[in-house]
């Protein structure tokens, strides 16, 4: 099972940009798709952006798509989202997740393990 770890959140205003990372600590890394997922207080997680695992395809939801950047660097065992035109209902707490499907699956894999995911605010 490979172990993730985020970071890079941090406080923003609206329209600004941030830069998050998902470091695994297998050997395995290479052979899952790869997503990110948020939550945000009294709601529940919800999918952001994912990856395939060799990085040729990405999925994103509509609320993201266009301002938001998932990549992949296996020789690293690194997640990334670039997120650009923040907006205040992006305010959530970030996780990533490994899954062995193909990317259009991602959202709908039943995750059984959550790490501690980082925390971003966007403010007006």
């Known amino acids: 099972q490979v172990q993730l770890v985020e970071s890079g959140g941090g406080l923003v205003q609206a329209g600004g940009s941030l830069r998050l990372s998902c470091a695994a600590s297998g050997r395995t890394f290479s052979s899952y798709a790869m997503g990110w997922f948020r939550q945000a207080p009294g709601k529940e997680r919800e999918f952001v952006a994912g990856?395939?695992?060799?990085?040729?395809?990405?999925y994103y939801a509509d609320s993201v798509k266009g301002r938001f950047t998932i990549s992949r660097d296996n020789a690293k065992n690194t997640v990334y989202l670039q997120m650009n035109s923040l907006k205040p209902e992006d305010t959530a707490v970030y996780y990533c997740?490994?899954?062995?499907?193909?990317?259009?699956?991602?959202?709908?894999?039943?995750?059984?393990?959550w790490g501690q995911g980082t925390q971003i605010t966007v403010s007006s």
């Open positions: 990856i395939s695992w060799s990085g040729s395809s990405t």
């Open positions: 997740n490994a899954a062995p499907v193909g990317v259009r699956s991602v959202p709908r894999y039943e995750y059984n393990y």
